[in-house]
């Protein structure tokens, strides 16, 4: 049995096995060169001694350390739950340990992480960075000592990219509104230095000039995320002598802003303004009107973005980088009607 204190080693097993140090390593990679009968003398004596195999050590000798990072600009995005229980379901079972870090969409945090990440060695890192175009970011992404795949981003194609197709969701969320003979359309997004609010943005557009229209730029507000600027915006719009008669609140996690903002001025979502969420929530959903909302399927980019990168740590593929782009759809509830 095993000994207090004491650490045992390969050739120890090995001992205990009557087996070369060789054939116990290959147990342990599971090579099917190994007769069972053999395998189970290993197995026996790995399980009566409390072998436990160095992780450190084997990383050194393998230049791997089965660490996979990720790092997201918030944990509290509705809906990225599903992405990364998914990517660290595909990655655990492949026998990768899932770190999870946030960004607060901060450069300088992101910069750091990308050093942390390389520091500790980690095999591959799944993220979101704040500003697709901004030189030290494009430069850290760029000379990553790791396979690196970038989520819900799109414009540095030197690497892997998995991302929602937002300017065909904002196209349709803006061609369903002017159906409606809505005109006056406010369009809350967040940076359009990064993917999804400059996505966005050019689908609105998009849907405008296919009606003959042209989009009203003081209806665009680009500034921030937060719902305490959505609140503030929203409130400013309705004010106005022409204020929007519906609204696409095109951020995920900015819509409770908007939504107080149109209570606190005794507005009604349906019969009032109309309203749009840009992403599906449990919020949009279970509101009173139901909001309509763009919908993609956030485990599927988790699914995509985990075997994307599984490829590259693994060596399966040499490909040059890739971009998966997942459809988005509108789905109609209560929250909108023809302006009054």
């Known amino acids: 049995m095993r000994k207090a204190g004491r650490e045992f080693t390969i050739r120890d097993v090995a001992r205990s096995a009557e087996v070369a140090v060789g054939t116990v390593s290959r147990v342990l990679n599971d090579h099917p060169s190994v007769t069972r009968d053999v395998r189970e003398r290993v197995q026996r004596a790995i399980t009566s001694l409390g072998y436990e195999r160095n992780a450190v050590a084997q990383s050194m000798r393998s230049a791997r350390t089965h660490m996979i990072a990720c790092a997201i600009r918030d944990f509290d995005i509705p809906g990225y739950v599903s992405y990364v229980k998914e990517a660290e379901r595909i990655f655990r079972a492949a026998d990768y340990t ?10 300088a945090v992101e910069l750091s992480l990308l050093r942390k990440f390389a520091q500790r060695r980690v095999d591959g890192v799944m993220m979101t960075i704040s ?3 901004d030189p030290e970011l494009i430069a850290a992404v760029e000379q990553a000592k790791m396979p690196l795949v970038l989520i819900d981003r799109e414009m540095i194609q030197s690497v892997d990219r998995v991302a929602a197709d937002h300017r065909s969701g904002a196209r349709q969320a803006t061609d369903y509104l002017l159906s409606l003979g809505h005109r006056r359309i406010a369009l809350f997004v967040g940076d359009p230095h990064a993917h999804p609010s400059r996505s966005r943005i050019e689908g609105y557009g998009d849907a405008f000039r296919a009606a003959g ?3 009203d730029p003081a209806m665009i507000r680009d500034h921030s995320l937060s719902n305490e600027f959505t609140f503030r915006e929203t409130s400013a719009l309705m004010q106005r002598p022409d204020p929007p008669t ?20 005794g507005l009604a979502i349906g019969r009032d303004v109309s309203v749009v969420s840009g992403g599906d929530s449990d919020l949009a959903e279970l509101s009173t009107p139901a909001i309509t ?3 993609w399927d956030r485990a599927q980019m988790g699914r995509h973005a985990a075997q994307m990168l599984l490829d590259r740590v693994t060596g399966r593929t040499t490909e040059p980088p890739r971009c998966v782009r997942v459809p988005v759809s509108l789905v109609v509830r209560e929250s909108c009607r023809p302006p009054q």
């Open 131 to 133: 500003d697709e175009s």
């Open 98 to 107: 899932f770190l999870l870090a946030s960004t607060a969409n901060d450069k």
């Open 293 to 295: 909302a763009l919908q």
């Open 246 to 265: 519906a609204i696409f609140v095109a951020g995920i996690d900015m819509l409770a802003g908007a939504m107080r903002a149109l209570k606190a001025a």
């Open 213 to 215: 229209l042209e989009p």
